[in-house]
């Protein structure tokens, strides 16, 4: 976001957190950045100790923190930040105040103790794809998405923006978990079970509505990029399919789940099975029952056949 | 779907026409369906000239003439069709008296000058997979819905029901053409494009939404499994995926059309674009920059770069 701001002629400062030095290292000398392997020239670079110089002046924030970080990060800058809408690309739900799984954009307000103009970025966009120009399809949502947009979108990224917050954040933190529950229904029904593969598809879409629709979210917000769309890359291809895919085909999840570990190659998806479990059943959104069953594979060692072979949709 | 009828238990007369002895004269001999490669024990078979017999007694008809045949084929039927639901797999559009694209239904029922209790069967089904077994999840349309899915429904066959067949039937006439349509996006942008592929997935959902909407249907049957799911199984492999491609990939159409149609394989998308572009331009639908980019590459001989590059969604 940082290289598409630069090409729309902003003054872009890129600031990285106390983790990040290994990225920013390279891109000081000239070099590629070692993850999106691009030369990022024309960015002004700011270190974990610079925050607040770095958001001076800003007329507008992007944060991609991810969201074990987000809190904590945003909670440092506060005295710094200024009243400026802050796009955010964060993914997840949070434990809020009220000790139950959470939207963002929320557990930040609560943090900051005021409304943090966020606009959540949402829809089907790797990172290194943006950076390098291919065309991408956002759903920017929140009370500042225009300006957002106006800033950001335009060329290869195009921008739809929405009021619906709610609804984007959602879909944003539930494609992760349903990709995986994908990876795993396909990986147990097999490549020659096209019906069963796409009938599981429109299953996920139907639990990602119903969860929205709970968290006071629009259905139209699930049917546009922010959900069809990110769910559809993020099932094809990647890491969170292949973790599910493995478990589909009969490796029990805990010894998956540590081999990625282990590599360092374990999913967002993991943990956001967890936490869209969580928020279904706080929010008492039942039937659910592909959720439900990823659920069981996943974090309650039930057996994958036993338990897909009765899975019914509808 | 003869075989789902023979497993729930239902005697069942398996009907050709005049084109499927070639199908049905290996079964007679107890051998292999040659498409299906699958025994069809139980099942009394009748040939073309048997329609009447087949016909008598009937409480139920399951069409699966393809759409180019179903009015004749009914047509012919017509003086010995009981008053029962026709279950139709059949899929397109076809011109009606008013000299326009027009739903199946409305005109078979032109054709035998009485409603013909039709039953759209939508949804993603490959023949060869409800007859093998593989879990299914199809959508019923119209006002004997429910009735087909107690004869039909159940097993490995889940059905869904709605009274909205005007929805299901252009969900399965424009999914053959935008899922042509995604194999040459794909085609053109290359595998290492995911957030493109899954924009175009999103604006296929909203294209076909806007013309379901103009058909007197409703965006809920898009958003289930005649929409979402059937686009997703026919868009991810597949004849029409292939033809799609290579357009993409910069082959002419015509000349792929040509290569395919003598093996052929050429597919339902090709004539489905031409009826959908048709339909959409008959209903004054606007706004529909994918199916008309297209069908200026398909049947009007634009550039495919050229025509692509340009194409913006939302």
Redesign the interface.
């Known amino acids: 976001m940082a290289k598409v701001a630069h090409d729309r002629g902003h003054d872009v400062v890129l600031w990285g957190t106390w983790l990040d030095d290994p990225m920013l290292d390279p891109v000081e000398r000239g070099e590629e950045h070692p993850r999106l392997r691009l030369r990022l020239p024309g960015l002004r670079l700011a270190r974990a100790g610079d925050l607040a110089r770095a958001l001076e002046g800003a007329e507008l924030v992007v944060c991609g923190v991810n969201s074990d970080g987000i809190v904590e990060v945003l909670r440092r800058a506060a005295p710094s930040l200024p009243d400026v809408p802050i796009v955010s690309v964060t993914k997840g739900l949070l434990e809020g105040s009220a000790k139950r799984a959470e939207r963002i954009d929320l557990v930040v307000g609560e943090t900051l103790g005021r409304d943090p103009r966020f606009v959540h970025a949402a829809?089907?966009?790797?990172a290194m794809?943006?950076a390098r120009g291919?065309?991408?399809?956002m759903c920017f949502a929140g009370r500042d998405a225009e300006s957002a947009k106006a800033a950001l979108g335009g060329g290869h990224l195009?921008?739809?923006t929405t009021d619906d917050i709610a609804g984007a954040e959602l879909c944003s933190a539930l494609k992760n978990a349903y990709a995986t529950g994908l990876g795993m229904w396909d990986g147990f029904?097999g490549a020659?079970?096209?019906?069963?593969?796409?009938?599981c598809?429109?299953?996920a879409?139907?639990e990602m509505?119903a969860l929205v629709v709970a968290a006071g979210g629009r259905?139209d917000t699930?049917?546009?990029?922010a959900g069809?769309?990110?769910l559809?890359?993020t099932a094809?291809?990647g890491r969170n399919r292949a973790f599910g895919e493995r478990i589909g085909r009969g490796e029990p999840a805990v010894e998956v789940a540590r081999d990625m570990g282990a590599k360092g190659q374990l999913t967002e998806g993991y943990a956001a099975i967890a936490s869209a479990h969580r928020f279904a059943r706080e929010r008492g959104v039942a039937d659910l029952p592909l959720l439900g069953a990823i659920h069981a594979v996943v974090w309650a060692g039930a057996d994958v056949g036993a338990t897909l072979r009765d899975l019914?949709?509808?």
């Open positions: 829809g089907p966009a790797k794809e943006v291919v065309l991408t399809w195009l921008v739809s029904v020659e079970a096209h019906n069963a593969r796409a009938a598809f429109a299953q879409i139907a509505r259905a699930v049917h546009g990029p069809v769309g990110d559809h890359v094809a291809a019914r949709f509808g």
